[in-house]
């Protein structure tokens, strides 16, 4: 018996649900949110740490160790290494674009080297919250949810943020 592999995507019967503007010609996954009607909000660290950690500089691609020290601690980060982070974050930015033109969407994206900022108290809702501008991760989220106004808030490139509840990792 031969096991085809099916794509991710399709397990649970959810390809049929998909636009077919997505299913003929690309994996979708790739342009999914492009094709989302529903109200969708983004809140997403610049530099996520743990993105950092298993997809840009995973140890398995770092036999050397040149970033085993910025992967646990952004302050360590060499001129180079902040600079492809810097990259990564543009690209990033450029891909989220379009998705921010609706004004049925919200982002807010701060420069912090984070993770989850919303399951945990101090960067969700504390007086201390990361912020861009005035404008915490909560009452951003909240204004956006109950259209009390557009909230599409990108933060200055790092290390500008001084709001930035940034994770070390030992």
């Known amino acids: 018996m031969r096991l085809t592999r ?7 019967g959810v390809a049929k649900n998909l636009p077919l503007t997505c ?17 969708l909000f983004i809140l997403n660290a610049a530099y996520d740490s ?14 050397r160790g ?13 001129a180079s290494q902040i600079q492809f982070l810097q990259v990564f974050r543009i690209r990033m930015l ?11 969407n919200g982002l807010f994206i701060n420069s912090c080297f984070a993770h ?10 504390a007086d201390d919250s990361p912020a861009i501008g005035s404008k915490g991760i ?20 790092y290390p500008c943020d001084k709001t ?3 994770l070390v990792f030992k």
Not at 50 to 63: I, K, T, Y
Not at 116 to 125: D, K, L, V
Not at 139 to 154: H, N
């Open 23 to 39: 299913t003929n010609h690309l994996d979708p996954t790739s342009n999914l949110i492009a094709n989302i009607r529903t109200p």
């Open 6 to 12: 099916r794509p991710k995507w399709n397990f649970q």
């Open 138 to 157: 909560a009452l951003a989220v909240g204004d956006w949810y109950f259209d009390r106004s557009g909230i599409k808030e990108i933060d200055c490139a």
């Open 94 to 104: 450029n891909a989220v674009r379009s998705f921010a033109m609706p004004q049925k």
């Open 50 to 63: 743990m993105q950092v950690q298993a997809s840009l500089a995973p140890s398995s691609a770092d036999p």
């Open 116 to 125: 989850r900022q919303s399951e945990r108290q101090n960067t969700w809702f």
């Open 66 to 78: 040149v970033w085993h020290n910025c992967r646990l601690n952004n302050a360590r980060c060499s």
């Open 164 to 166: 930035c509840h940034n």
